[in-house]
């Protein structure tokens, strides 16, 4: 599935085919240069090479040099035990690194536990865990209800509530206990990370780190650059980006940081699509052909409609210019927030991820047209779908290069990729 859409693995299958055809292993080898030769010219050929480049290019940071001394990291702890919390948490247990997981709750921590052994227990069934390993892992995590136990931290990953007021009440807390020199993270995906830091009195200290759901699986890590995050600490939490086997990117302080700030570009057009005269089905449809692995509206489902209900209700008193499609707050006011809930965007069977179309989506797509007077929707193309949603992220990534949240292009490409 990771290889679908190159030409290579199928000339491999050739080649080997060849090696018994040729009468000589000359004219095999032959063969195998020629075919060698026609991959290297391919645009995936280039893509591939740009890649390769552009992830060693993402640890090298402009104004930070490659002999900043960097600090020990050696304990971390992690505020919340839900699913950002435990994905977080697993990422340092992997890498041999000691957690202790905080929560207000005994059983919110007794089920974050509970989660994070069921994830090993069925890598262990899969075959792609040893058992004594799971162990191991699982003997480096810690759980406590009181911040006393994580004075002595050398890092700290806040994975709480996405709302200002959570977030102040825990950063003025690790700023009174924790130890000095302590790195305090904020896994927040659209808050300012400036006034986080506002709420201590070592703003260089703190940092975003930005894991994306599920955070024990995806290879990205945005880590977000204060005004005053101090070099050091950048540094540092690069190098353990790559401990944890994570690809980091460096943004700046925006709405949004890289990845989301330009996917709600994408998603505005997807929504508008719509109202004009395309399915969910046609849209995910045409993009995946294209090449990418999930279409928005299977990427909305999976990731909680809820959510960017909840963006879109912050942006209408923030931003009351910005325009969407109505069909996204239509869809979760019917309480169709996704595979949580077995239906989305499309509907979905108990237990399974395959996403099946809905008559109750394309009905209220179709009242939604009537209301805003869209009498006749016309037939959009594939083509026309694919440069929309392509070139929505392009634009926004521009901007995001211009405004220097990102400080190379190669940098929005790894946050793609």
């Given at each position: ?298 990427m909305g489902d999976l990731a909680g409609n809820d959510i960017g209900w909840a963006i879109r209700k912050r942006r209408a008193v923030e931003y ?98």
């Amino acid at each position: 599935a990771m290889a679908r859409n190159f030409p290579a693995p199928a000339k491999c299958v050739d080649c080997v085919e060849q090696s018994l055809k040729a009468k000589t292993i000359e004219e095999g080898l032959a063969y195998e240069l020629s075919v060698f030769w026609g991959l290297m010219v391919t645009p995936e050929s280039k893509a591939l090479r740009h890649a390769f480049f552009g992830e060693r290019a993402a640890s090298k940071i402009p104004d930070v040099p490659e002999d900043t001394p960097v600090r020990t990291v050696a304990k971390v702890a992690v505020i919340g035990a839900g699913t950002m919390g435990g994905g977080i948490t697993m990422n340092f247990l992997n890498a041999g690194i000691p957690v202790t997981m905080l929560e207000m709750k005994p059983e919110a921590l007794e089920r974050g536990v509970a989660t994070i052994r069921r994830n090993y227990e069925a890598q262990v069934k899969k075959g792609k865990l040893k058992q004594d390993k799971l162990d191991q892992r699982m003997a480096l995590l810690k759980t406590t209800l009181s911040y006393d136990d994580i004075k002595d931290a050398d890092m700290v990953i806040e994975a709480v509530f996405e709302e200002m007021g959570v977030k102040q009440k825990v950063f003025e807390t690790l700023d009174a206990v924790c130890k000095p020199g302590a790195i305090l993270a904020t896994n927040t995906s659209t808050l300012d990370v400036n006034q986080i830091a506002a709420f201590t009195k070592r703003p260089q200290d703190v940092i975003g780190t930005h894991f994306f759901s599920p955070a024990n699986v995806m290879k990205l890590l945005e880590v977000v650059r204060g005004e005053k995050t101090a070099k050091d600490v950048l540094a540092t939490v690069m190098a353990l980006g790559k401990k944890i086997r994570k690809t980091a990117v460096v943004s700046g302080v925006c709405d949004g940081f890289i990845g989301n700030r330009m996917i709600e570009q994408y998603s505005r057009q997807a929504g508008f699509l719509l109202d004009e005269g395309a399915t969910p089905q046609q849209v995910d449809k045409a993009i995946e052909r294209f090449g990418f692995a999930m279409g928005p509206f299977r990427m909305g489902d999976l990731a909680g409609n809820d959510i960017g209900w909840a963006i879109r209700k912050r942006r209408a008193v923030e931003y009351p210019d910005m325009k969407y499609s109505q069909t996204a707050d239509l869809l979760c006011e019917l309480g169709r927030f996704g595979q949580k809930t077995q239906a989305g965007w499309y509907d979905y069977a108990p237990g399974k991820r395959d996403a099946i179309p809905s008559p109750v989506v394309a009905e209220m797509i179709e009242k939604h047209r009537a209301a805003i007077g869209m009498t006749n929707p016309r037939k959009i193309s594939d083509e026309e779908i694919v440069q929309r949603l392509v070139f929505s992220l392009v634009n926004e990534a521009a901007r995001i290069l211009e405004e220097g949240i990102a400080s190379k292009a190669s940098d929005i490409d790894m946050v793609y990729l």
